[in-house]
């Protein structure tokens, strides 16, 4: 399997290859690589696309000790992981926690990127009231493991018409399934990402293209956010998906795959040319 070894750990990742240019993905919490599966499968013909885990998630390696894994650190991973495949500058990208991933990297190294897209994201940190509820899920995954939160996790992740359709039931079962399968110590995750910064103060300076796509039904980090990075990222392109939840891009695939192949192909048109010279 491949592997990247890069600031004392190993990150998983795969790479479709290929003369496009390069897309790198990077997921949200407690999912993983495979969180991407459709929409790789939708532009691997165009695109270099893609995938890896973060630390301490998926199959990429934890760091040693048992300390929370700050956002930082997940950061500057996506920064050498980036210069390490020679990507740059790429398409960025990122669902909910790769997206405050995104949003650091766009802020701090403009030159590693080509273009960004948020997916049900955000710059702020958490609100205190918010941050009290998510420590308590973190408490309780670090002795118990996630069997006794995931039914709340899923109430959180997925928008209620997701989780009232009887047609998807079995999908609601393997996606439980999956959260389920995380190891114990991936509160040390949920920790890092609950305890971020904000970087609100920072978004003014981004200039990379961006793409922000939001679903209305998300809890997590509500359309409102949405709206307020795309006020604030200077030429931003905002999409909201009806009946989504935080996890969209699982919800709803075909949207999600028609809204970034168009931006993306939009990339290569002279208007964005011009507009970016």
């Known amino acids: 399997m491949p592997y990247l070894s890069i600031r004392g750990t190993r990150l998983y990742y795969e790479d479709t ?9 990077s997921h949200g919490l407690l999912w993983d690589s495979r969180l991407f599966r459709e929409q790789v499968a939708a532009l691997r013909g165009r695109y270099r696309c893609i995938v890896y885990d973060h630390r301490g998630q998926g199959q990429s390696e934890p760091p040693p000790g048992g300390s929370a894994i700050d956002l930082r650190t997940v950061y500057e991973d996506a920064v050498a992981l980036i210069q390490a495949l020679g ?9 909910s926690m ?9 802020a701090r190294h403009p030159e590693l990127l080509q273009s960004l897209s948020l997916l049900d994201s955000s710059a702020a940190a958490e609100l205190p009231l918010t941050l009290a ?5 973190t408490t309780l995954t670090h002795w118990l493991g996630l ?3 995931v039914d709340r996790i899923m109430s959180l992740y997925f928008g209620r018409t997701f989780m009232r359709d009887p047609e998807r039931r079995a999908e609601r079962a393997m996606l439980r ?3 389920m399968d995380n190891p114990r110590q ?6 890092g990402v609950i305890h971020r910064r904000s970087v609100e103060g920072e978004l003014h300076r981004i200039e990379t293209p961006t793409l922000v796509m939001v679903g209305e039904e998300d809890l997590v980090t509500a359309p409102a956010a949405a709206a307020g990075l795309h006020q604030r990222i200077q030429g931003s392109r905002l999409v909201t998906l009806p009946c989504g939840g935080h996890m969209c891009i699982l919800e709803q695939p075909e949207a ?10 939009a990339m290569e048109m002279p208007s964005w040319t011009e507009a970016r010279a």
């Open 133 to 137: 509820r998510y420590r308590l899920l």
């Open 177 to 179: 399934q999956q959260l």
């Open 17 to 25: 290859g290929g003369p496009g240019e390069p897309v790198l993905f």
């Open 256 to 265: 999600v795959n028609a809204a970034l192949s168009h931006f993306l192909d």
């Open 98 to 106: 790769g997206g405050f991933v995104g949003l650091r990297v766009a």
């Open 186 to 191: 991936v509160w040390r995750a949920m920790q």
């Open 87 to 95: 990507l740059a500058p790429c398409h960025f990208v990122g669902q």
């Open 147 to 149: 069997r006794p939160v």
